[in-house]
């Protein structure tokens, strides 16, 4: 019977191990997400679980051999040595998430809408709190509400979106 299993891979090595996967006609699940790095050259696409994929199988016409010592793994995730199942519902569940983060626009924008606080991380800004306006399409940039003393309202100033990070809400007292 097929039964989902989480298999690790050697450090980086998730997209390789991926590939080997579909080779032998094996169904994986490899959940990635968009980011915005700061770093330009730095990936835009990354694991949502680094250093572990999913795999759908049934180990006994499989072999478990031939997971535990695939190219680029690491191995089955196993509890007293053998390998932890995973809930059908929990793969569901993943898929769920990974489609909302990329709808909301990728890592960074995952749960922002505008009047959240946010905290410049980076430029000449860095330090200062702000509060999110809206995702400038088509780029990855953000326009942000900066508050200055100057400015009662906030003063409007566009950045790359890897310069900025939420901010718990205030409680009230």
């Known amino acids: 019977m097929k039964h989902w299993y989480a298999m690790r891979s050697h450090p980086h090595k998730e997209d390789a191990l991926y590939q080997q996967l579909l080779r ?3 169904e994986a699940f490899y959940p990635r997400i968009r980011v915005q ?3 330009p050259r730095a990936r835009k696409i990354r694991p949502y679980f680094p250093g572990y994929l999913f795999i759908c199988a ?7 051999s ?14 007293g040595g053998e390998p932890a199942v995973i809930p059908d519902n ?4 993943i898929r769920q998430r990974v489609s909302e983060i990329e709808a909301a626009g990728g890592e960074l924008f995952d749960g922002l809408s ?3 606080p946010v905290r410049v991380e980076s430029g000449p800004f860095k330090g200062y709190e702000a509060i999110f306006d809206t995702r400038i399409p088509g780029t990855q940039r953000v326009k942000i509400l900066l508050k200055m003393l100057s400015s009662y309202q906030g003063l409007p100033v566009e950045m790359d979106a890897g310069s900025i990070k939420r901010l718990p809400p205030k409680k009230r007292s």
């Open 24 to 26: 032998k006609e094996h």
């Open 37 to 39: 790095p700061v770093n």
């Open 58 to 64: 049934d180990i006994e016409e499989t072999g478990l």
């Open 66 to 79: 031939e997971l535990n010592f695939m190219p680029y793994g690491s191995g089955l995730v196993s509890f």
């Open 90 to 93: 929990l793969i569901a569940a």
């Open 114 to 116: 505008s009047g959240d």
